[in-house]
């Protein structure tokens, strides 16, 4: 299975807001930990609705918090 | 070391569960088979039984191998299992359940072709049963790999 293209800054971000972790993030965006699991790996693009859901959680953009392009382009 | 999450660990459970009910259901059965003529209306009894007794079987042992693992995991691991499906859950589940149709599609036409070249219905029948067995593995393999290597 190829990398998906969507990279996006989740671990960083929940890192750095008071070290919340996958479940916590899973649970304010109704998901389940395994899908921020793929999400931080790059195993999964997530859809539209799910995206502005995490980023309205870390009060970002949603460019602020995904990225199209390959991991060179991650910060 | 190799972490497993959740739906990993249901995955295998499911496709160690889906091998073992098969080969168990096989050997209950196997003693079983009418020794008279091919096409008589003992076998088509016979094959007929084995498919629905199959289905029931498989049924009632899923349900109670994923309460078992349920609270295994459960005890376990001290977590909650997902009460839900989410997006992830449902691609994946599509993803299998494509894969596993389409498995028993092809063994379904085989199965048809069996007949169209004069082969003895028992050999439809094995061909049937072992498509739906296969496909039933291909949908558990499908998940695991798409929950292990992502979507």
């Not at chain 1, 793929?38 to 995904?66: D, Q, T």
């Not at chain 2, 009894?45 to 049924?59: A, D, E, K, M, Q």
């Amino acid at each position: 299975m190829g990398k998906n293209l969507v990279g996006n800054h989740i671990r960083k971000l929940r890192f750095n807001h008071d070290e919340m972790t996958q479940q916590q993030l899973a649970d304010k965006v109704g998901v389940t930990r395994q899908t921020i699991v793929a999400l931080e790996k790059g195993n999964y693009s997530p859809s539209l609705e799910l995206a502005f859901r995490i980023a309205h959680v870390f009060n970002l953009p949603l460019e602020e918090v995904f990225f199209y392009g390959d991991s060179t382009r991650e910060k | 070391m190799l972490t497993l999450t959740y739906q990993e660990k249901k995955s295998i459970v499911s496709l160690v569960s889906v091998i073992f009910i098969f080969i168990s259901f096989c050997l209950y059965m196997y003693p079983k088979y009418p020794g008279g003529g091919l096409e008589s209306t003992e076998t088509f009894r016979f094959w007929g039984s084995f498919v629905l007794i199959l289905t029931l079987v498989s049924i009632i042992a899923h349900i109670i191998i994923s309460i078992i693992f349920n609270i295994t995991f459960r005890m376990m691991t001290g977590e909650k299992e997902p009460k839900f499906e989410d997006e992830l859950d449902k691609l994946i589940s599509l993803k299998a359940f494509r894969n596993s149709f389409f498995v028993f599609i092809l063994g379904f036409l085989m199965a048809m072709g069996s007949l169209v070249v004069s082969k003895p219905s028992q050999v439809m029948f094995m061909i049937l049963i072992a498509s739906g067995f296969i496909s039933d593995l291909i949908g558990s393999a499908t998940r695991l790999y798409h929950y292990r290597k992502g979507v």
